[in-house]
């Protein structure tokens, strides 16, 4: 008998975890649910603070909680369409469920709590992994959704909100769904020049990090599931995290050893450390944010990574005014954006975004670009950047500022992951390099 007791009880250990597990999940998603939806707040934001909030929760839980969260977000265009009467007046026991299960589906991937969620919308466990004989996951989803009582037949178009697709600058088809739908890797800059040195030291700290072909400073992780503030590469400044499509916009500015480069909208300051590294540390980078915070993250970290030559400023009319015009070599604009370019690494972006939002940003950017052009020396270099995928914030703002400023004309430039000569603006898409989305034009003052 005691025998008997003693066997029985890590399974009841396992099963109490497992509930415990799945319970969580369901909680954190429910509160990231309304904090996004109802106060847009980012979700990587909102998680980062319940798992700093909660010490009970291991590296596996904050593992399977984060990745199903995304997932739910991934998918929310099919789960909303599916199960949208169950979600009415808030999310229940059963509409979790009915979301945590979908996302399963449709990622492929069956997480042991799986069988705790399956409870909870009345389906047997062998049914619901019989399904994942099915390769197709749009296929598996409506068969998934048909048990639960619904009777929604799922199209790759419901992954991006319907007024979205009228604004893309390349048409929605399979391959577009197939990234937008699939997890990135992470990006890094190399911020040294022994590459080769920094590859062996993520290596030996369990980050088997890719160099890109073309962008040689480019490093691609898949699996980064370690902490980067415990590196000391990351520590010391000799790389930095930056996303493949970002590293092209400092690229396409082209600056040179010695030139005076602003960069208008620098937020923390990843383009600024950008251009300052292509200027091999010789020269002025001048940059400026409307937000201190902001411009103090990015003093620490070119204090960091030792370079010299980054000046900061608070954007205002005045600093930006005529008193200064006529000043730079270069001038970035990374301009304010509706961040649609993320929407495949941020995914619950694209539920909270409006199409209204797209007419005040394209008024903002135009502003903007107007007030930074002046700093523009003779003969200087204007670039316009954003993440954007989408047409109005991109071609139709520079089309609107060349009509009004015929003292700027485009610029042709090496397109920097193929080295093909382009006409002046680039539109990097996800496919283009396993990553996500931004767009470059490069204007030269006559």
Request: charged fraction near 25%; proline fraction near 4%.
């Amino acid at each position: 008998m005691e025998n008997g007791i003693n066997e029985m009880k890590p399974r009841e250990m396992k099963e109490s975890r497992l509930r415990t597990q799945a319970e969580t999940c369901m909680r954190i998603l429910s509160g990231t649910l309304d904090a996004v939806l109802k106060k847009r707040l980012p979700a990587d934001h909102f998680l980062s603070g319940c798992f700093r909030n909660d010490r009970r929760l291991g590296s596996r839980d904050r593992r399977l909680i984060g990745e199903m969260v995304f997932s739910v977000f991934r998918w929310f265009g099919f789960l909303r369409n599916a199960f949208g009467k169950e979600m009415e007046g808030g999310f229940s026991r059963r509409a979790l469920s009915l979301c945590l299960l979908g996302a399963s589906a449709l990622e492929g991937h069956v997480p042991e709590t799986c069988r705790i969620w399956l409870e909870n919308v009345s389906l047997p466990e062998e049914q619901f992994r019989n399904l994942f004989d099915i390769d197709n996951e749009l296929e598996r989803f409506r068969i998934f959704a048909t048990l639960a009582g619904s009777e929604y037949a799922p199209e790759f178009v419901h992954a991006l909100p319907e007024w979205a697709h009228a604004e893309l600058v390349h048409p929605f088809d399979l391959r577009f769904y197939r990234f937008l739908q699939s997890r990135p890797p992470m990006w890094l800059r190399a911020q040294t020049d022994d590459v080769s040195g920094l590859l062996a030291l993520l290596a030996a700290q369990g980050l088997h990090a890719l160099p890109h072909a073309q962008v040689t400073a480019a490093l691609s992780i898949r699996e980064a599931r370690v902490n980067l503030h415990t590196i000391e590469a990351f520590r010391k400044g000799w790389m930095e995290v930056q996303d493949l499509s970002s590293q092209c916009i400092g690229l396409a500015c082209m600056p040179n050893p010695g030139e005076i480069w602003h960069d208008a909208c620098s937020g923390g300051g990843g383009k600024s450390l950008q251009l300052a590294s292509l200027m091999h540390r010789r020269g002025i980078v001048i940059a400026t944010d409307i937000r201190e915070q902001k411009l103090s993250e990015l003093k620490k970290r070119a204090a960091c990574a030792d370079f010299p030559n980054i000046r900061t400023e608070t954007w205002n009319t005045e600093v930006n005014g005529e008193k200064k015009s006529n000043l730079c070599s270069g001038v970035l604009v990374d301009a304010p954006c509706g961040s649609s370019g993320r929407w495949r690494r941020n995914p619950e972006a694209r539920w909270t975004a409006k199409r209204e939002q797209l007419e005040s940003l394209s008024r903002t950017q135009l502003e903007i670009l107007d007030q930074a052009s002046r700093r523009v020396r003779s003969g200087g270099v204007l670039v316009y950047a954003t993440c954007s995928m989408f047409r109005r914030e991109n071609h139709d703002v520079v089309n609107a500022f060349l009509e009004t400023h015929g003292e700027f004309h485009l610029e042709p430039f090496p397109n920097p992951l193929t080295g093909e000569r382009n006409e002046g603006t680039q539109q990097i898409m996800p496919w283009d390099g396993d990553c996500d989305a931004s767009f470059a034009a490069r204007m030269r003052r006559n």
